[in-house]
T-cell receptor
Framework: DQQVKQNSPSLSVQEGRISILNCDYT??????FLWYKKYPAEGPTFLISISSIKDKNEDGRFTVFLNKSAKHLSLHIVPSQPGDSAVYFC???????????FGTGTQLKVEL | DGGITQSPKYLFRKEGQNVTLSCEQNLNHDAMYWYRQDPGQGLRLIYY???????QKGDIAEGYSVSREKKESFPLTVTSAQKNPTAFYLC??????????FGQGTRLTVV
């Protein structure tokens, strides 16, 4: 039972443009949402998070949007840079516990 | 420095052998996790522990075992019962409702 889906396995964007990565979930018990970035052969690194009581959180070039009614999470990167090329995972924490569930990942490629 | 450390970075195992992957953290986090990543796939949860001396199976626990005797340590044993053990293994630790911090991973190859 796949509770978290990132329907786009890959995304290609030109440098300077906006990258939009999407994530859909089915479990309404999730109450904390995160985005991670991963380079090959390395551990993921934390990017940005949002709690269920908010609908937007911004940190520099990164903005996370949460639409609870649609059970949809998105990450906007603007402007996109070549160093942003990596795999991006959305992740969720269930309320009352610490179980961390990841999406399947989206490979972002930022082209010059 | 505070952080989470996995060792070794590369590990080779003969078929039929058990092997243990180490994960240590000094972040004082209660929760620790083991994930597996296969080429082109996401992170799949093997086991997780929310407190010392307690752990739960994740989505793909078969063929694996763990222990949590100390808060700082969460070793993962890949047993001979695991049919496809070759993968990249990631350990993480997490405080309550905060982001998880990951180690650098262990690449296990069965030869």
């Amino acid at each position: 039972d796949q509770q978290v889906k990132q329907n786009s396995p890959s995304l290609s964007v030109q440098e300077g443009r906006i990258s939009i990565l999407n994530c859909d979930y089915t479990n309404s018990m999730f109450d904390y949402f995160l985005w991670y970035k991963k380079y090959p052969a390395e551990g993921p690194t934390f990017l940005i998070s949002i709690s269920s009581i908010k609908d937007k959180n911004e940190d520099g070039r990164f903005t996370v949007f949460l639409n609870k009614s649609a059970k949809h999470l998105s990450l906007h990167i603007v402007p996109s840079q070549p160093g942003d090329s990596a795999v991006y995972f959305c992740a969720f924490i269930t309320g009352g516990g610490n179980k961390l569930t990841f999406g399947t990942g989206t490979q972002l490629k930022v082209e010059l | 420095d505070g952080g989470i450390t996995q060792s070794p970075k590369y590990l080779f195992r003969k078929e039929g052998q058990n092997v243990t992957l180490s994960c240590e953290q000094n972040l004082n986090h209660d929760a620790m996790y083991w994930y597996r990543q296969d080429p082109g796939q996401g992170l799949r949860l093997i086991y997780y522990s929310q407190i010392v001396n307690d752990f739960q199976k994740g989505d793909i626990a078969e063929g694996y075992s763990v222990s949590r005797e100390k808060k700082e340590s969460f070793p993962l044993t890949v047993t001979s019962a695991q049919k496809n053990p070759t993968a990249f293994y990631l350990c993480a630790s997490q405080g309550l409702n905060t982001e998880a911090f990951f180690g650098q991973g262990t690449r296990l190859t069965v030869v």
